[in-house]
């Protein structure tokens, strides 16, 4: 049995301020426009995910609750954790480790450098950094979510807003 992972990296977010904390910080409009993009792009491929989860800073769960909407997924079933926040790639492993059994198509929505850190750890691939709003595509054949370590998941793509709209 296959098994499926998204990595997304947030879409584009305003700057820091005086008045905002990083991890308050929220979506431009130009990064609420790509997060629906890539969401429509996804289901338009016709991916249907199990379960999203997401690192609880305002960016990345906007990023998720736009895709989520896209990909005709309950935006209030959508997990979310502070640990997929400045806590490192273990933390996204552990996500990815305690998923249910019976999820075949997982997302996972971060910051990086923690995701594309992660997102090649899993596959041996070299993605450089992941840009703003993009999604990298890893299977896994038979393996149980608990089972995922380094070098076990096969890059399959990497899709980013920026190419969607050439």
Known sequence: MKRYLYIVRHAKAEDSSSFFGDFDRELTSSGTIDAARMGKFLAD?????DLLVSSSAARAFQTARIM??????EYEAIKTTRDLYDNGPKAYLAAV??????????MVFGHNPDITYFA?????????SMSKGSVVTVEFANLDWEEISSRTGKFISYDAPKHLKQ
């Open 68 to 73: 989520a909407e896209q990909l005709h997924y």
């Open 45 to 49: 491929k016709g991916l249907k995910p």
């Open 97 to 106: 480790n305690t998923a249910p059994e019976k999820c075949r198509h997982l």
């Open 120 to 128: 090649e750890y899993l596959t041996n691939y070299d993605i450089g």
